[in-house]
């Protein structure tokens, strides 16, 4: 079985993203590329503006291209900028041209689901319920305009990192989409 070279866990804020990195690149064997965003956050705070969001996909596809130049023969991503365009929708109804115009997909994508408790950690901004479905639908929306490959995860604790790994191993046994 093949198992996809990148993938991505993608979702709003506070869907256990950066929860099962480090546990399902252990079990994987990956390479990871943590959220530049709450990176950039911590430093200049969360008032973004559009070239900030452009910033941080910039920056965060520059850490992907060099994980995967480093020959890693699986690269877990804690987000990317397909991400980021979410987050431009979200906060401005709109996006820069460089977020469509990006080609750097992952092989699989991830959807966490909004089935845990939102947690405020400082650099979170959407905890209605309300707001995460709406985030949670522009996240899945987006991952379907661009046809890549995607699976929902869902569940708590262990059973998360289970379906997490259950949906990567699925993804290895189907072909791959036509580019």
């Given amino acids: 079985m093949t198992r996809p070279r990148t ?92 977020f469509d115009a990006w080609q750097g997909t992952a092989d699989l994508y991830l959807l966490l689901d909004i089935d845990l408790p939102w947690v405020d950690d400082g650099t979170r901004m959407f905890g209605a319920i309300e707001q995460r479905r709406r985030f949670f639908d522009l996240s899945r929306a987006e991952l379907e305009r661009r046809g890549v490959r995607w699976a929902l995860v869902g569940g708590q604790g262990d059973a998360r990192l289970a379906n997490a790994l259950a949906a990567i191993e699925a993804a290895g046994r189907r072909p791959a989409p036509p580019p």
């Fill in 7 to 98: 993938i991505c866990l993608h979702g709003p804020e506070s869907t256990g993203k950066s929860t099962l990195l480090a546990p399902l690149a252990a079990l994987l064997g990956a390479v990871t590329v943590p959220e530049y965003g709450r990176t950039f956050a911590e430093a200049h705070g969360t008032d973004f503006t559009m070239a900030d969001l452009v910033t941080i996909a910039r920056h965060h596809d520059a850490l992907t291209r060099a994980a995967l130049a480093r020959g890693a023969r699986c690269v877990l991503l804690d987000t990317d900028p397909l991400m980021t365009a979410v987050w431009a929708d979200m906060l401005f109804g709109r996006r820069d041209r460089w």
